[in-house]
C-alpha cells in the first residue's frame, strides 16, 4: 500500500461546478498537509497548508483534513478554466520530508 | 520576496554525455533545498537534498549526483547519463518549518 493515494483521473467537469479531490494516506502519525497545483510544462505551485484536522479556507479554495478517516480533500467553488491543472497533494513527514499523491488531472470544460 | 531559478528550460542531450543542471534561490538565507525528478502521471520523486552548503544527502541511488557550491545554489550532475534520466527534474526550497517551493523545472529528454 502507498503512503499516499490520489486517483489520476482526469476529472472533467462544467465550468462553475463544484470540484472535490481527495487523497488518502495510511500514516495516522502525518499532521501537515498540503495541496500544490501544476500547470503543464511548470513547477508546483503551493496552494494551501494545513495542520491537524479541519477546514481552511482561502477564496473559492477549501482544504478538509480528516485524520480519523485519513483522508484529505481539496474543494474548489465556482470553478473556471483557468483551474485546469493537476492537483497534487503531499503530507510532510517526521523529517520534514514530503510524501506525495500522484496528481489529479483537473479539466473544466468552458 | 523569495524567487527560484531554474535552467534550462529544456534540454536535449545524447546518451552518455555530461549533465549539469543549476538552481539558485534569491531572497533568503541557509535556505533547505531540494531535487526532484517527475515522471509522466506521476508523483515527484525525491533525489537529494541539502541542509547547508556542502551537505547532500541522496535518497536513491542512481546516476546522478547533486552539490551546494553557495548557500543559494543547488547543482544537479551527472558524467554520462542514461535512457532513463530523461524526465522533469524540478529544484525546491524551504525554510524553517514552511512548505517547500518549487522552480519550474527542466524537461530533459535523452537521445
Known amino acids: 500500500q502507498k503512503e499516499v493515494e490520489q486517483d489520476p483521473g482526469p476529472l472533467s467537469v462544467p465550468e462553475g461546478a463544484i470540484v472535490s479531490l481527495n487523497c488518502t494516506y495510511s500514516?495516522?502519525?502525518?499532521?501537515?498537509f498540503m495541496w500544490y497545483r501544476q500547470y503543464s510544462r511548470k513547477g508546483p505551485e503551493l496552494l494551501m497548508y494545513t495542520y491537524s484536522s479541519g477546514n481552511k479556507e482561502d477564496g473559492r479554495f477549501t482544504a478538509q483534513v480528516d485524520k480519523s478517516s485519513k483522508y484529505i480533500s481539496l474543494f474548489i467553488r465556482d470553478s473556471q478554466p483557468s483551474d485546469s491543472a493537476t492537483y497534487l497533494c503531499a503530507i510532510r513527514d517526521s523529517n520534514y520530508q514530503l510524501i506525495w499523491g500522484a496528481g489529479t488531472k483537473l479539466i473544466i470544460k468552458p | 520576496s523569495q524567487t527560484i531559478h531554474q535552467w534550462p528550460a529544456t534540454l536535449v542531450q545524447p546518451v552518455g554525455s555530461p549533465l549539469s543542471l543549476e538552481c539558485t534561490v534569491e531572497g533568503t538565507s541557509n535556505p533547505n533545498l531540494y531535487w526532484y525528478r517527475q515522471a509522466a502521471g506521476r508523483g515527484l520523486q525525491l533525489l537529494f537534498y541539502?541542509?547547508?552548503?556542502?551537505?547532500i544527502s541522496s535518497e536513491v541511488p542512481q546516476n546522478l549526483s547533486a552539490s551546494r557550491p553557495q548557500d543559494r545554489q543547488f547543482i544537479l550532475s551527472s558524467k554520462k547519463l542514461l535512457l532513463s534520466d530523461s524526465g522533469f527534474y524540478l529544484c525546491a526550497w524551504r525554510q524553517s518549518n514552511q512548505p517547500q517551493h518549487f522552480g519550474d523545472g527542466t524537461r530533459l529528454s535523452i537521445l
Open positions: 541539502s541542509v547547508g552548503i556542502g551537505q
Open positions: 500514516n495516522s502519525a502525518f499532521q501537515y
